[in-house]
């Protein structure tokens, strides 16, 4: 999630979404909560709506992440243990893990009646791979160098990042799971509104009473 090729790290990025969201809800009057996760969960404030609580959720999203890799299992279970209340769950993360463990866990949550959203963050970079001479690329997560010549690679890169893609948004589409592929270069206000429209257009008011708000900032 440090990954940024414009303006914008992906965690950045991310965490200004869910600080974004969960001032606009606490202006709805609605309980909002967080869930931070890297390789573990680092920090879980349960749904408030109390004087103070909107500031703590925002000091927890201004410290910078330290993890180097996501482990999306974990967050999603412990969301489901522990939130018993029907509510809005957005999952904020580059979803670069595997799609049946995803489906598995988001379809838990869709079973227990929540309402899912998910806002998938990617770097423009790791999307066209417009990268043109070879080079060492560095994996943050595993810390493995890998030498890399572009134009030799991007065909088959393009193949599997999208064979990849479809089958998350196939597998939210069977989940009922709104659903939302967003790259750092795409003015937040936008995706925000966007998002915002979408959800009036289903019929869902945005300011509904939120049982757990959730952002992944990792």
Do not use: W
Not at 51 to 61: D, E, F, I, V
Not at 93 to 112: K, N, W
Not at 144 to 164: C, K, S, V
């Amino acid at each position: 999630m440090g990954y940024q090729s414009g303006a914008y790290s992906k965690s950045d990025y991310a965490r200004t979404a869910a600080a974004t969201i969960a001032y606009f809800l606490t202006t709805q009057r609605d309980a909002v909560g967080l869930l931070l996760f890297e390789d573990r969960i680092t920090e879980y404030l349960p749904a408030r709506y109390r004087p103070g609580h909107l500031r703590r959720l925002m000091a927890a999203l201004e410290r910078e992440p330290t993890g180097h890799a996501t482990n999306l299992v974990e967050p999603l279970e412990q969301i489901a243990a522990t939130v018993r209340k029907r509510g809005l769950i957005i999952l904020i993360s580059y979803l670069l893990a595997p799609v049946d463990s995803l489906q598995t866990r988001l379809g838990y949550l869709r079973s227990r009646g929540h309402d899912v959203v998910v806002l998938r963050v990617l770097d423009p970079a790791e999307v066209r791979f417009n990268f043109t001479a070879p080079a060492m690329f560095h994996d943050v997560e595993s810390g493995r160098e890998i030498y890399i010549d572009p134009t030799a690679a991007r065909a088959e890169y393009l193949r599997r990042f999208g064979a990849h893609a479809a089958e998350i948004e196939r597998s939210c589409v069977d989940l009922g799971i709104e659903y939302e592929p967003i790259t750092t270069d795409r003015p937040l206000e936008l995706v925000l509104f966007d998002l915002i429209k979408a959800r009036m257009r289903r019929g869902r008011r945005p300011g509904r009473k939120i049982a757990a708000g959730r952002g992944g900032a990792r």
